[in-house]
């Protein structure tokens, strides 16, 4: 992570080298419920607060979540019937006071506007951040800090970062900023001037604290470009092109945010604090003639990055990025071709600055088919004078969008599957966060380098990556249950079978909270949600599976600072009743927070989730040990889960599907 | 697994719905020596053994391994300079003995000719299964069995089974047989007659155990059909086309066996036991000039299906699917367009039948790339009046086939990236087995029912799937160590920071297999072989890191019979040093094995693993509690684990690769 500074200048339109016409789909006039703000919404907004505040700086600004029960009455009933209420919910610091401002989008008036009193701060806004990256030139003891390295202070750039929580009672809100050598390169995040710490108070909007301890070597730039434009031949390895094309058109269709493709239907909203909201996903049922609802709201709620230095300049960088930076605000336009294959469709949107004005965001989201899979398949040779082959063809719907917090990118893939798996994937690139060091061999090392010797005078410092989804599952209505089955091993020992042992299933119900707070390691089982409610013809009980990905646990102790803020880390899965405010599992104002708003909180109510509408959080880690490929830019290091229909479907759900007809690639 | 009767019969050709032409490559007369044996050389053996023994039964004939370090200096010279000797390796039953035979392809001689006294049997040859199956068509017992169920025996088809061990000292050689109705439909294990246990002597040809105990309802055909031409309207969810072409032609070339692609090169080996074998595989570093070894082997050394229902008509299943029935025996046919997409390439190659004689088999693998994904990427916003966007399209070489043992089909994947890893993957798909029950609907469930009732009258049965890799990596260069590093909480309690932890990492070097034995689970850490006598340039070990697949581990007891010969699950991981002998986890002759010849018998030798020529083992298991989802032929449900490199470059090596150049769908 660190600052974003000019994005709002620059957008990714078409790269020159694309030859392919790129389908950009406008919203239409048309609006969904769940559509994030658009550019008039926005303006009305900014209206409203600033005529009842003129000085006011926009932290968030987004679609207050329609209650839920009216959000499925209006699909059922369609918008003829059922008017959704269309509001605003605002956080904004007005006199250095966080305030919590609802809009009514309709009448256009302020429902409410609260002070938060309590602990942490909103996500930064991009516009303070731009202001206070520029402080340190204009700040002598920095300046002589550059002189006293020899560095040339025009080719200096700086960035800020979350000061985080170490145990403070009250604190003013507060950045640090890092700086870096721009020279010869624009992996500046590679070229750190280490040694130096500068605290920046945002509301003062001044350096209140400033340190230059020890100089470490600046890293060269040689070899850390990553743009094509720099390199020099021999390039490769070389890539052979793939031309393609639909002939039927694409499978999938957008209607404004909502998309319709093969058996699902679902909508894509946006927001600058989520980035990529997947909700409504309901899936056609070929057999029972009617959608059935899956997944009522997905997106990722948090990202912690706890860094693992605990020296003075690096001890603090326990971000996150969600909540701090904006997921939403972080996202950065897919670059066609590139990001996306030809054949993707992309979504606009907007987000806000400072001051409340909307920004245009264009291509925000992508929405391409994926081939090349296969879907079911069997050869049987079993049946004397018969041979039997039948394939079927996979295409799968992916939804990426890409969150570019600082130095690191997120690419996040939702893929739909039409057999009714959804499979939420996360994967890193970008450029690993180092720190500067006079070794420039590892046998030099005499200590901890908390890191990985990446480069010549670099350390790639050890960390982690905490993703935590959101993921209302609403399996065939809202009402459902979790439940754990365990496999265990029976012995046999009454001489009943030839065999010693076996294994079978025993499925508890999470009774509570409690009872749904998972770390997933060596115990084998299965975790579901169910809908206790519904059942198929032969009476198993209707549900989707977590197939988790690989896990990862915590490291911290568990009173750490940074753990008790990201305690929702401390398990892979829990699940709560679903409770309109509690989205944010590291809190809503997470900006040094305290960590008295986290999921980790919330569950200690220990809620009833029997037959309830209950959300499931997943947790997705990587610890990240740097290695020498991750610089100075990182190839993608990927992780994945899947939310499977298990006993959903009285039977596959793809058995009658055919395979794409085969097409040849240019007719004459 | 099953029995596959008349597999040798009928080939998969061109699917008639395909209109585009299917590259099929053809070895060339030039021979790598390690290209699976040719016609020629099958007729060789046949005729040598033959004129030894004219009545022989031969269960495996393949290419002997020639020794490492003749192949690469083969490689490294090429051969005018060095000549590889030819052998074939035969296992064969001659007058009810397993004889082990080696044969001298180039002098035509017997080299050497043993009999085997040991616990176990050879692979199962297709040939005396299809015999087999005949049986108890002309025995009367059965026959009545037939009648008094009310089934009309010219609808039944019997499958072959193997027999597992349960501690009986001595054995003959048998094998059990399931009995099907094929009326109404072809997916015949989905309507097995239960009830009845049939067990063959394989040697004598005569059913020798015969019980009928009880009388279960034989599940309907209704709903199991998986054929499209027998399916009826409504289809769906519908697919749409993706017409595609290589411009420049594909990126990889096949010349024989031998691929190379983008900055790899490797050999596709083919055995009918082991299937695929990816060998030789090496990576072009752009920066040496020159290519670098990293997986001298690979391929899946067995595969351990144990069923988890005691009763005497299940509790045996407990199928050594690559040694007992041969993953390249059970190799299908790829069916173009279906199973690979448009811009595949095919491999055609030979298995034997157990006379000897040569049998073609067509599309056993396909070669294509894959794209959609990105390779690396960087949005940079953080430096005053400049916006960066690189993005690289990453394409993907993949090697797939698919082996269907009976009614389970294993898609198997080997993913090359350009950025060095290499990405095996599993895929199961193909029918469930399962157990006849007078049950119609859960609530009348009364005991254990040991799986899923599918469908009514249908019991899917839990069980599980554990391949093991074999894969000697050899990085850069032979001689290499297996490093466990692991993730250590530091707690600081000096107050020498204002955190309370942080972690960082302990590198071991695995001294002895025992070291190397682990258990995936909770603790965190990376697992890597390296080669301790190269460096990078700043003084990194070189090495490539196993991301495993999320683990499964075994659920039967120790002391359980078909455990003590599946102990090779005992471990996710384990390492030993190279021994040309050491193969098959589950030991050469693992029909009715006794477990004295498996990877947990070999190294209790507890050898020394360091800078020596080592092979990392690798075990990748589902606990399958089948769904109704899976019912009446499975969606694929996949795994997969990630050999990347780590510090074996001194950067990113795919830094400088362009994204393929773009391209028009259809030029006018």
């Given at each position: 992570m660190a600052s974003t500074t000019i994005k709002f200048a620059l957008f990714s339109t078409?790269?020159?080298?694309?030859?392919q016409t790129v389908v950009s789909v406008t919203p239409l006039p048309f609006q969904h419920p769940l559509d994030p703000l658009n550019k008039e919404e926005y303006l009305i907004v900014q209206k409203i607060v600033l005529h009842k505040y003129p000085k006011v700086a926009f932290h968030y600004i987004g679609l207050d979540d329609p209650e839920k029960d009216v959000i499925l009455k209006w699909e059922s009933f369609k918008p003829n019937v059922i008017t959704v209420p269309r509001k605003a919910f605002v956080i904004a610091i007005i006199n250095s006071k966080s305030h919590e401002i609802l809009i009514d989008l309709r009448l256009k008036n302020i429902v409410y506007d609260t002070i938060y009193t309590g602990n942490g701060f909103p996500t930064l806004s991009v516009d303070e951040q731009s202001v206070a990256i520029e402080l340190p030139f204009k700040y002598s003891p920095f300046i002589a800090s550059v002189k006293k390295r020899g560095l040339n202070i025009s080719e200096v750039v700086c960035s800020t970062f979350s000061v985080g929580?170490?145990?403070?009672e009250k604190s003013n809100r507060t950045a640090r900023l890092d700086c870096f050598m721009k020279e010869s390169t624009v992996n500046i995040y590679v070229r750190p001037i280490s040694g130096i710490a500068i605290v920046v108070d945002l509301e003062l909007m001044k350096i209140v604290e400033y340190h230059d301890r020890n100089i470490e070597t600046v890293p060269t730039s040689d070899n850390t470009e990553y743009q094509l434009s720099k390199q020099s031949p021999p390039f490769g390895p070389k890539q052979h092109s793939l031309a393609s094309h639909q002939p039927q058109g694409p499978g999938f269709q957008i209607n404004g945010y909502s998309v319709s493709w093969a058996n699902w239907k679902f909508h894509i909203g946006f927001d600058v604090r989520a980035g990529v909201i997947i909700s409504l996903a309901s899936t056609y049922d070929l057999e029972k003639h009617k959608f059935r609802r899956v997944l009522y709201k997905g997106y990722i709620s948090e990202l912690f990055v706890p860094y693992q230095?605990?020296?003075?300049?690096?001890?603090?960088?326990?971000?996150f990025d969600a909540g701090e930076f904006g997921f939403g605000l972080s996202t950065v336009s897919l670059i066609p071709n590139r990001d996306c294959p030809p054949n993707a469709q992309f979504i606009d949107t907007y987000i806000h600055s400072a001051d409340g004005t909307p920004i245009p965001l264009k291509n925000v989201v992508c929405v391409f088919e994926q081939y090349n899979s296969i879907m079911w398949r069997h050869t049987e040779t079993g049946i004397p004078n018969q041979f039997i082959e039948e394939s079927r063809t996979e295409v799968n719907l992916i939804v990426r969008s890409v969150v570019t917090v600082g130095n690191y990118d997120n690419v996040i893939d939702w893929e739909f599957k039409a057999s009714g798996s959804i499979k939420p994937a996360i994967a890193l690139s970008g450029i690993l966060e180092v720190k500067g060091t006079n070794i420039k061999h590892k046998d030099e090392t005499k200590e901890d380098l908390h890191g990985t010797l990446v480069s010549e005078n670099t350390i790639g410092i050890y960390h982690d990556h905490f993703y935590i989804y959101y993921l209302d599952l609403?399996?065939?209505?809202t009402h459902n249950s979790f439940e754990k089955t365990s496999l265990k091993t029976v012995r046999i020992s009454d001489g009943s079978s030839k065999r010693k042992s076996y294994w079978t299933t025993e499925t508890q119900i999470a009774k509570t909270e409690s009872d749904a707070k998972i770390s997933i390691g060596l115990a084998p089982g299965e975790l579901a949600i169910v809908n206790p409610n519904k059942k198929t013809a032969i009476g198993n009980e209707v549900g989707y599976r977590l197939i988790p990905a690989i896990p990862a646990h915590p490291l911290l102790v568990e009173d750490d600072y940074p753990q008790i803020r990201g305690a929702f880390t401390n398990y892979n899965v829990w699940v709560t009743p679903?409770?309109?405010?509690?989205?944010?599992a590291g809190g809503l104002f997470v900006d040094q927070s305290h960590g008295d708003d986290t999921l980790a909180i919330w569950t200690k109510k220990n809620r009833d989730i029997v037959n309830k509408d209950i959300v499931l959080w997943h947790v997705v880690g990587i610890h990240h040990v740097p290695a020498q490929e991750d610089f100075p830019i990182m190839p993608l290091l990927s992780t994945a889960f899947e939310l499977r229909p298990t006993?959903?479907?009285?039977?596959?759900?793809?058995?009658?599907t055919l395979s794409p007809r085969d097409v040849v690639a240019c007719p004459k």
């Open positions: 078409l790269t020159i080298f694309s030859l929580w170490f145990g403070e230095d605990p020296s003075d300049e690096f001890y603090y960088k326990t971000f609403d399996i065939d209505g679903y409770n309109r405010i509690e989205k944010w006993n959903f479907f009285d039977r596959n759900p793809v058995l009658k």
